[in-house]
């Protein structure tokens, strides 16, 4: 019997279908985007999203996307996958990210304690064409450097070096070994490597002194300090803080019997979802008990979808553990790409992290919950807090948001290499800038498109067909 399978495609091969693929979508028209007239309405793709969730909480999502084009860029990922879908693309697949706009890269603790810098969120990850997340990350980019009054010139230059940080750092991916690109990753230790190629001695030094606050406030966002911050000592011990609407605890939010039912479903989550945790991580999480539980407000395209935190606490009311609980939709990419391999949207969500991110939350997993909101749905948890720092980018100036964008490029590339084909996305994307320059068109291109949408949806709060709250 022949176990060998068929014969892998040599390097030579695989170089081939990277450049064949220009063929179908040359470098230079990855800068072209022309919606047609048949284009959804953006307002419709959003209300589409907010009929299947929680009606209350709809209006602070509108709200929060109304604050600016780049909020309204981060709630719209539905609205750019339909135009991306809609287009030419290379067929050189690999697990996306779904939403990689440069919020969503940050530091990120592992579970040796080493702080990486990586994509953080894959609420709608799926495999499709690299170039989609490569051009969400390339006009995010444009559309914060609008908000900071840089000039065309200098939005251009963040977002070339974006796009030939991927480039270069995905043609060196091509010829490594495949256990070298698996290993690879971002540690935030390791600066001097993450800034070769910054030209300027006062800029490197300013980039140190940021990395340097970034690294120590991360490292302060613990579960201990989220403990702190979101916990207080009733007379019924440990209990969640109330802060409605952002955060309210279970049984303010629903009286018995049917905040008791939800209760007892959340409760059995907790101790279901430990099936898909490695053995010695489930061993660990049935140390811990649960105490108390609340709804809470996250994110700004998330706004809406059931999110529960979950206080548990160990040894005594000193050693907590808080988990997050949040429901997992199909990806706003699967009409376009294809819908996902697994049937349990949470485990789409687990897989397609675990894939994409060199060292992953020990206590990631997912499960099926019947009965939450009166039908089943799909959650995947997570710690709610682990040494995670974000980025500010309204206090950077040009030069340092080129670095950040260098940053979220090769990591980005990175992730792409651990699923897709180094190989044939480096042949395809080439030795020259020709790449990097379509992507900075295309950018500037979508970016006026985004700040129509957002107009559109100021238009459809002002006459009443959508409602706008705080929050």
């Not at 390097?11 to 693929?21: L, N, T």
């Not at 969503?104 to 080493?114: K, Q, S």
Request: aromatic share 6%; with cysteine.
């Amino acid at each position: 019997m022949d176990l060998s399978g068929p014969a892998a495609p040599t390097p030579a091969e695989r170089a081939a279908r990277g450049k064949q693929a220009r063929s179908l979508l040359p470098r230079s028209g990855q800068g072209r985007f022309e919606p047609g007239g048949g284009r959804p309405d953006p307002i419709d793709l959003i209300e589409a999203q907010s009929a299947v969730r929680v009606p209350e909480l709809v209006p602070i999502r509108y709200g929060r996307m109304l604050e600016s084009p780049f909020r309204f860029y981060r709630g719209a990922a539905a609205i750019m996958a339909a135009d991306l879908g809609a287009a030419p693309h290379t067929g050189l697949t690999t697990q996306l990210c779904g939403d990689a706009h440069l919020l969503n890269f940050r530091l990120l603790g592992t579970a040796e304690r080493h702080l990486l810098f990586d994509i953080n969120d894959f609420d709608e990850t799926l495999p499709g064409p690299f170039e989609w997340d490569v051009k969400r990350l390339a006009t995010s980019l444009v559309i914060a450097g609008r908000a900071n009054g840089f000039s065309e010139r200098e939005r251009a230059d963040v977002t070339a070096a974006c796009v030939r940080s991927y480039r270069t750092r995905m043609r060196e991916f091509a010829g490594m070994h495949t256990l070298d690109v698996w290993y690879a990753r971002d540690d935030a230790e390791d600066l001097d490597t993450m800034l070769a190629g910054t030209e300027g001695k006062a800029l490197r030094a300013e980039v140190r002194r940021r990395a340097g606050e970034a690294t120590s406030r991360a490292r302060t966002r613990t579960s201990m300090q989220a403990f702190e911050k979101l916990t207080r000592l009733t007379g019924d011990g440990r209990r969640i803080t109330p802060d409605p609407p952002l955060i309210t605890p279970l049984h303010d939010l629903l009286p018995d019997p049917v905040g008791a039912e939800l209760e007892q479903a959340l409760r059995g989550l907790v101790k279901s979802y430990g099936r898909s945790l490695s053995s010695e991580r489930r061993h660990l999480l049935h140390r811990f008990r649960v105490v108390d539980m609340a709804r809470k407000v996250v994110g700004v395209g998330s706004v809406g979808t059931r999110c529960w935190i979950l206080l548990l606490l160990g040894r005594d009311e000193d050693d907590p553990l808080l988990l997050q609980a949040k429901e997992a939709g199909e990806s706003v990419l699967a009409p376009f790409a294809g819908a996902s391999r697994y049937t349990n949207q949470g485990r789409r969500v687990v897989a397609g992290q675990r894939l994409m991110q060199a060292a992953g939350d020990i206590f990631l997993g997912w499960e099926h919950v019947e009965g939450v909101d009166g039908r089943p749905r799909d959650f995947y948890v997570r710690q709610l807090r682990d040494w995670k720092g974000i980025a500010q980018p309204e206090t950077w100036a040009p030069d340092l948001m080129g670095v950040f964008g260098r940053l979220c490029g090769g990591a980005l590339a990175r992730a792409h290499a651990r699923s897709g084909d180094p190989v044939a996305i480096g042949a395809y994307l080439g030795e020259t800038d020709r790449f990097d320059r379509a992507l900075v068109e295309f950018a500037e291109a979508y970016a006026d498109r985004n700040e129509r949408d957002h107009a559109a949806l100021a238009e459809a709060v002002r006459t009443g067909r959508v409602t706008a709250g705080t929050g």
